[in-house]
RNA sequence: GCCAGAGUAGCUCAGUGGUAGAGCAGAGGACUCAUAAGCCUUUGGUCGGCAGUUCAAAUCUGCCCUCUGGCACCA
């Protein structure tokens, strides 16, 4: 079997409901992944939980429940995410199954056999009064802040995996594959950090204060600390040391957020494969973040917002199509509930639902609800044919070049032209003329419509899979697996097809 | 402090050398197949500031200002 084109998700870390923020990776993630398969690939798709760690533990524990039993409760709610937002996700991880733990345990045994991982005291501090560890870099002018109390400096043993003898490969190779991280911008920041010498990497805890891990399988007084835990997930999902693995293995893509670039995705995980042994994935796709209505998201300022209720409220093809159409890949967006009910209320329902509305009312009452026959060929017929001409190639290049935002708005130049088009042409006025040219002129406008409108729901297929499927069966269309062959406007295609009933696909919204 | 990103119409943004653009919002109009929709016209900007390169700069160079983010063990 050829290789797959194997996308991810970052995990996210089980210590809360989903927010937008999560929504929105797996939204643009599953883009991604539905267009690759319009474009021909074989695309697997994960995306999962992290669900070990002191938060995790001390969570749970005031909630007076199991660890396990609260990631449960969790990995409920993100799941549902997915289902609720049609996500197309091929695999759900979860970092406290078997499957996961032995692969960790079986590289982190493979490392320490190579003598990457070694063990060494750590040093730090505590203060007992905020109680919590703290830094060198927490201290002020050379001294603890008073919020502290006293500190106490500790010493205790660890293992740490041997980072920093891989620095200079690590800028080498940033330097020989300059795409490794997109946008480009974010690669530079990468090499900035890496001006600095890294340290070698602590990876555990010793477990009398933390039991929420994967015990060392070298040592199991000790839990895996974070990162050869979570990271590890993207190789262990896709069965690392068993048959398959190459089928998938390496990644094309990891999407992440622009929070967990540096260090993690760019420099641990890089450096932690090629001491294993293990190919490099291919790109990382650096996104940027929501901030809610110029403010940035946060608990404390009690503006999180849940992409569930949004759901609810616009349909999840809408809110799919606000997070693609508003944010620029890898720039920070704006999101408030007034962008999305304008975005829902124009795009949406006005230009795009508005114009399906009127082809089916128009189609029932001019052409017995059958896409007719094109049979006029004059400047409003050639006008609009040019327009898809002209835009559906750039759209797919768009996406191609992860400028979601801009293919749609080129989509949209496309369905504006067609509303134009009717208006240019104006069947219902043609309707009541005698002239047997004048009702061949509706008959084929309707034709033109119908296949805009089937070329549009193919190119918005990825964004909104829903609604485009809705829109190619009441245009009597067939569904669409491959662009191939489905985007070249050909006003015969859907020559004699059924229109559906009349339908509102966006219905207006009060308030 | 260092590094990066952003700064263009009221709002959201496109535009990398050749007479300032789109959508939304505002104003006016004709129409009526349609979700009071769509269409047409229109108001509105010294393109963050200053200097430079150029016949020509939002676009290139330098300096400065404002906002945002990152700056190693954070889960």
């Known amino acids: 079997m050829s290789k797959q084109f194997y996308i991810t998700t970052a995990i996210d870390y089980a210590n809360g409901s989903p927010h937008i923020g999560h929504a929105y990776e797996k939204v643009l993630t599953d883009v991604i992944a539905r267009h690759r398969r319009l ?4 695309v697997y798709f994960l995306t999962g939980l992290d669900e070990h760690g002191q938060k995790v533990q001390m969570t749970a524990n ?149 039991e929420w891990g994967i015990p060392l399988p070298f040592d199991e007084d000790f839990v895996c600390y974070v990162w050869f835990d979570a990271l590890t997930n993207y190789i262990s999902a896709v069965g690392y040391g068993q048959d398959g693995f190459a089928e998938k293995w390496p990644a094309n893509f990891h999407v992440i957020g622009k929070d967990i670039l ?29 901030n809610i209505s110029g403010e940035k998201m946060s608990k404390t300022l009690g503006n999180v917002v849940d992409p569930i209720q949004l759901a609810d409220q616009v349909g999840p093809d809408a809110v799919r199509y606000f997070f693609i159409r508003e944010m620029n890949v890898g720039q920070d967006s704006d999101f408030s509930a007034d962008l999305l009910l304008t975005r829902y209320k ?70 504006r032209a067609c509303n134009r088009y009717l208006e240019v042409r104006q069947p219902w006025k043609l309707a009541k003329s005698e002239d047997a040219t004048d009702k061949e002129r509706v008959l084929t406008s309707l034709a033109y419509v119908a296949e805009s409108l089937r070329l549009a729901a193919t190119l918005l297929t990825p964004v909104m899979p829903t609604i485009s499927a809705q829109i190619l069966e009441l245009v009597g269309a067939d569904s669409v697996t491959a662009y191939e062959g489905n985007l070249t406007f050909n006003v015969g295609t859907l020559e004699g097809r059924s229109l559906g009933e009349k339908t509102i696909l966006f219905p207006r919204i009060e308030g």
Request: glycine letters at 6%; hydrophobic letters at 35%.
């Open 346 to 415: 124009t795009d949406l329902g006005n230009d795009l639902g508005n114009l399906v509305s009127r082809q089916l009312n128009m189609g029932g009452r001019y052409a017995d609800g059958k896409v007719p026959a094109a049979t006029i060929d004059e400047e409003p017929e050639q006008e609009l044919k040019k327009v898809w001409d002209e835009n559906t190639a750039t759209v797919i290049e768009q996406y191609e070049g992860f400028q979601f935002h801009r293919g749609l708005d080129t989509a949209w130049v496309c369905i």
């Open 39 to 42: 474009s021909g690939d074989a």
């Open 262 to 290: 540096v260090p993690p995705h760019a420099v641990y995980w890089p450096i932690m494969l090629h001491a294993a042994g293990i190919p490099i994935p291919k790109q990382l796709l650096v996104h940027g973040w929501w």
């Open 62 to 210: 005031k909630e007076g429940i199991a660890p396990q039993e609260y990631c449960d409760a969790i990995a409920e709610k993100f799941q549902g995410l997915c289902s609720t937002l049609n996500i197309s996700n091929d695999d759900f991880i979860r970092t406290t199954q078997a499957r996961h733990k032995d692969v960790v345990r079986q590289i982190l045994q493979d490392l320490f056999d190579k003598g990457e991982i070694y063990r060494a005291d750590y040093k730090g501090f505590y203060s007992k009064r905020q109680e919590q560890f703290l830094q060198e870099k927490d201290k002020v002018d050379g001294e603890w802040p008073e919020i502290f109390g006293e500190v106490e400096e500790f010493s205790e043993p660890a293992y740490f995996f041997k980072l920093s003898q891989y620095q200079d490969w690590l800028i080498d190779f940033l330097k020989t594959n300059e795409d490794f991280v997109f946008p480009r911008f974010r690669q530079k920041q990468v090499l900035e950090f890496l001006k600095e010498p890294l340290n070698d990497l602590c990876i555990s805890r010793p477990k009398e204060r933390l």
